[in-house]
Structures are given as structure tokens and as C-alpha cells.
């Protein structure tokens, strides 16, 4: 009896999910687990939570959801908790498992801890396979060795739509062959050292974790509302649901893949028309894909002060002061204040917003960026690595920007984007 773990992190899906199909297909049995690992609740260096109340609420949801489904199709989740190099190789040495899949890492603590479980279960025999399933385009597509990317998106854009094709998704399993896994605890929030706060009622959207939602979502923006046809003129509003997709959470924790959204705007296209809106969705995703393969080619630099550059001078001294009267939302900018009261009170910001208020913290705040990337690490419900530092490298002058300097004039965007004063006053004055 071949007898196989599947470990999800942020792959917590069912559908287009290779990692599992594969399993399912070379083994008789299999163990799906997911450990918290201790260390993604930590304060990290610049003195923010790796995950903050918001996440961590939302990532709960969503693996109630994954136990559910898993255990409708005869199978449940194991839940951890420690250090997965730990961990993983008890419930190895428990089931007798030969094989451990699981998705495969970019970015650089990441893939430290891919090496250290892969060490430890070399020592048990047990072998140690990864599927890349987080983008798109699928890595071994791509129409360039990773060293050869074009650091410009568009020069990237331009050659996979011309050279590269989006893969079928693997379908949802009927059944999957487990033995009988007492019921699944996750850990309160307490247990992780947080505390629950509940998403405030003005918030663009009120989140809810896991794969089901993540589906619903996906029809009401397509197949529901049709709002979908026009987001390329809605995609840079500020106040409600319906603006811009709200994928980004769900994607942050693979909810949903970009291949599904992409067989789904496909099959929304045959039935209601294409148009520039639904070609700029699958743009936008294309940023996510850019950012991803950015960090495979530079890997550790995005997280340096000097980014990907090589001819910046050092970090900056911190001003504790201008810091926390960005995070409070009280500095000069009524426009940046309510922004950050948005991402403070419910765990998201429009893209807009997150544009200004990291141009504002870099070149009118004159902070390292880094912490204002740290920040948005612990706030964001739809925190990604790559997608994360790799924006706020692009606007501190260090990442992808082929115009080096992007500066945004703040009362210019306000007016822009903002001209009634509508979500200003929506977080500043009720
Ligand atoms: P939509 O406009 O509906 O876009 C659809 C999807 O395309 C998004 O869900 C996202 O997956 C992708 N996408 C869109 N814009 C970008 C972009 N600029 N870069 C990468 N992917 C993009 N996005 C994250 O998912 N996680 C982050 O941690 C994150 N941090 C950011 C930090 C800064 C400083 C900036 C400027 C942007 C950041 N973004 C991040 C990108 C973008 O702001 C969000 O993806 C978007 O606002 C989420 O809302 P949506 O799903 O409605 O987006």
C-alpha cells in the first residue's frame, strides 16, 4: 500500500490542485495536512506581526472549508502545529508514507523551509516531490529560462501572449482514499497569539475565507452581475464590492487558482462577449504571474533596501513618529489618512490607494520602504510575498519600474479619484 501526504499551505483548494491530483494518481492513500507554522505568527524584524487578526481569521475559514470538502469526498485535513520540518515527518513516520507532495515555493524563506523538510524526510526515506500551482502561466511554460525574463512587465506580457499558452485545469476529485482522521481542531485565534476583530462595516468587501466562497465570489462578479465587463473603468474606484474583482484574497491562499478564473472569464466571454475589461482581467493576472517569476529570478533581493538595483545608497533612519502617523491615518493627507484607516480597520485597500500611500511613505514620508512593505504584510487579508514586496519594490524606485522613479502627486490623485470627497469622508467623518 503506497501511502502518500499532501501538505497544503497556500493551495487550499480542491479544484486545479496538480499537487493532489498527482498524489492521488501515484499512491493508494492519502494524508492531507496543514501546519501552522509557528513562525508565520511571529514579529518579524521590523516589528509587525507576519500575520495580522484579518489574515489569520480569513485563513482559518478557509481551512474549515478545505477539512469539509475533504471529508465529503471520504478524506479530512490533519492539522499541525510547530515547525513543519517537525511535523511533517511525524505524521511520515505515523501513516508510513513514502512520498510527501507539495506546492512548489519562490520566494526565500519559502524555500528555505522546502529544504530543511526535504532533509529531514531524505533521513526517513521518503521522497519529496512539488508541482508549481500557483500562476497562471505554469513555469515550465514559459517562452524564457528564468535568468532571461524581461525585468519590464511588458516586455514579459508581450512575449508570453504571443509565445505561451494557459495549461486546462485539473478537475476536482470525486473521491479520495484516506484512513479515518479524527475530527479536525484548528487553533483559536488566542492560540496564535491574536485576537478577533471584526471586519468594519464600511469595508469594500467582508471576507470570508475558503474555496466555496472563493467560487461564489467568482459568479457573482461574472456570471451575476456582469461586472466583469466593465472593469477596466471601475478597476481604479475606491468604495465598494463590485469595483474590481476582490480575487486577491482568495488567490493570496489558493482558493481559487488563476487558471480557473481564466477558464471562467473564457467561458463568460463565449456566452456574454469579450471585451477591453475582460482581456484586462487576465492582464492583471499577469502581474501576479510577473511578480511571482520576478522573485524565482532575483530571489532574495526584493526584500534588500536597494531592491533589485545595484547603485542605491544605504536605508534610512527611521522616524518612529511619521511611521506610526501613517499607520494611525493621521498624517497631512486627508487622502492617504483614509486609505490607511481602510486597510487598519478591515485588512484590504483598493490598488489605487495602496499606490498612493506607498509612493507617500517613500518619497514624501522618506521612509525605507521596507517597513512599509512589513506593515502591509501583517494588514493584508490578501498578503502574497511576491506580489507584495515586489509592488512596494516597483514603487520605492528599486524593483521593476523600467521609469525608475514613480513619483504620485497625492492632492492630484485625491482630486483624480476622490473629487466628491466620498471616501474621504467615508473614513473620516462617520
Ligand atoms: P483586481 O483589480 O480585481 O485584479 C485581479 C487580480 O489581479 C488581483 O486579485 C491580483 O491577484 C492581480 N493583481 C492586480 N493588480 C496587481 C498588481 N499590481 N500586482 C500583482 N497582482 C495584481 N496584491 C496581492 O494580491 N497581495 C499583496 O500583498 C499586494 N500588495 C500590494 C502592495 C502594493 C504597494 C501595491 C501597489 C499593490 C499590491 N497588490 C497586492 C496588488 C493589488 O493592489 C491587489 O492585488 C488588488 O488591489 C486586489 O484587489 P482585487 O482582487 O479586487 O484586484
Same mark, same amino acid.
Not at 497556500?10 to 490542485?17: F, M, Q, S, Y
Not at 518619497?363 to 525605507?368: A, Q, R, S
Given at each position: 500500500m503506497k501511502t502518500s501526504v499532501v501538505w497544503f499551505k497556500? !493551495?487550499?483548494?480542491?479544484? !486545479?490542485?496538480e499537487t493532489l491530483v498527482k498524489a492521488i494518481a501515484q499512491s493508494d492513500q492519502i494524508i492531507p495536512v496543514y501546519c501552522f507554522d509557528d513562525s508565520h505568527f511571529e514579529t518579524t524584524d521590523y516589528g509587525f +506581526? +507576519?500575520?495580522g487578526n484579518f489574515r489569520a481569521q480569513f485563513l482559518l475559514e478557509s481551512l474549515q472549508n478545505l477539512d469539509r470538502s475533504l471529508r465529503e469526498l471520504n478524506s479530512g485535513l490533519l492539522i499541525l502545529r510547530g515547525k513543519p520540518e517537525v511535523e511533517i515527518p511525524k505524521i511520515v513516520a505515523e501513516y508510513k508514507a513514502q512520498k510527501v507532495f507539495a506546492k512548489r515555493e519562490v520566494a526565500f524563506e519559502e524555500k528555505q523551509m522546502e529544504l530543511l523538510l526535504q532533509t529531514e524526510l531524505f533521513k526517513l526515506r521518503c521522497e519529496f516531490e512539488t508541482s508549481s500551482t500557483s500562476t497562471l502561466y505554469h513555469a515550465e511554460d514559459l517562452p524564457f529560462s528564468i535568468k532571461d525574463i524581461p525585468d519590464v512587465f511588458s516586455n514579459f506580457r508581450k512575449k508570453i501572449e504571443k509565445d505561451a499558452t494557459v495549461r486546462p485545469i485539473f478537475d476536482k476529485p470525486l473521491f479520495i482514499n484516506s484512513p479515518k482522521f479524527p475530527e479536525s481542531v484548528l487553533p483559536t485565534l488566542a492560540d496564535l497569539g491574536l485576537e478577533y476583530k471584526a471586519i !468594519?462595516?464600511?469595508?469594500?468587501i467582508q471576507f470570508e475565507g475558503g474555496e466555496n466562497e472563493a467560487i461564489k465570489r467568482l459568479n457573482h462578479y461574472f456570471f451575476e452581475t456582469k461586472s466583469i465587463s466593465n472593469y477596466k473603468e471601475t478597476r481604479n474606484e475606491m468604495i465598494g464590492t463590485d469595483y474590481s474583482s476582490k480575487f486577491s484574497a482568495w488567490l493570496a491562499l489558493g482558493c481559487i487558482s488563476p487558471r480557473f478564473i481564466y477558464q471562467e472569464i473564457k467561458k463568460y466571454e463565449s456566452q456574454f462577449g469579450s471585451n477591453d475589461s475582460t482581456y484586462w482581467l487576465v492582464f492583471e493576472l499577469l502581474w501576479r504571474d510577473f511578480f511571482r517569476f520576478m522573485f524565482k529570478k532575483h530571489q532574495t533581493k526584493f526584500f534588500l533596501y536597494s531592491g533589485i538595483k545595484t547603485d542605491r545608497e544605504n536605508s534610512k533612519s527611521l522616524n518612529e513618529n511619521l511611521l506610526s502617523q501613517w499607520i494611525s491615518g493621521t498624517t497631512n493627507s486627508d487622502f492617504i489618512n483614509a486609505n490607511m484607516l481602510e486597510l487598519k480597520l478591515t485588512g484590504f485597500m483598493s490598488n489605487r490607494g495602496r499606490q498612493n500611500v506607498a509612493s507617500y511613505f517613500c518619497?514624501?514620508?522618506? %521612509? !525605507?520602504w521596507r517597513l512599509g512593505a512589513a506593515y502591509f504584510e501583517q494588514q493584508l %487579508?490578501?498578503?502574497d510575498v511576491c506580489s507584495n514586496w515586489g509592488n512596494w519594490a516597483y514603487l520605492a524606485g528599486v524593483g521593476n519600474d523600467p521609469r525608475g522613479h514613480r513619483y504620485f502627486n497625492i492632492e492630484k490623485q485625491a482630486n483624480d479619484y476622490d473629487k466628491k470627497h466620498i471616501f474621504r469622508d467615508l473614513w473620516l467623518k462617520s
Open positions: 497556500t !493551495d487550499l483548494r480542491l479544484h !486545479d490542485n +506581526k +507576519k500575520t !468594519d462595516c464600511r469595508a469594500a518619497n514624501e514620508l522618506n %521612509i !525605507d %487579508i490578501d498578503y
